[in-house]
């Protein structure tokens, strides 16, 4: 599971980054309030990689997922993006707890052979 939340933690940080050099062309937010918050959103991304297997974190990528819906008040393609995102983020868990439960299935199977 860990290893398709990051990769779609990862691919959330690149737009991140695209939609704030957006936001700062479209949006009447000033520069240092655009690349705050798109900064603190991309670090929370790369931060989130690293603490995946801890308590809270998917909690953490589903308010990440929520905050990149939101976006689009500013950029109306983040609507767009941050939907697909979040539809990767559900599918990265579900489909992650499944290959984890496959893994240790095979795993507890070579075990007993």
Known sequence: MRTLCAATLVGEFLVIGFASLVAMRLGDLPASTVWTVGGVAMVLCLLLCGVLG?????RMGWAL???LIASGFVVPAMFFLGTLFAGLWWASVHFGRKIDEAKARNAAAADTA
């Open 54 to 58: 801890r308590p809270g974190a998917l």
């Open 65 to 67: 997922q929520i905050g």
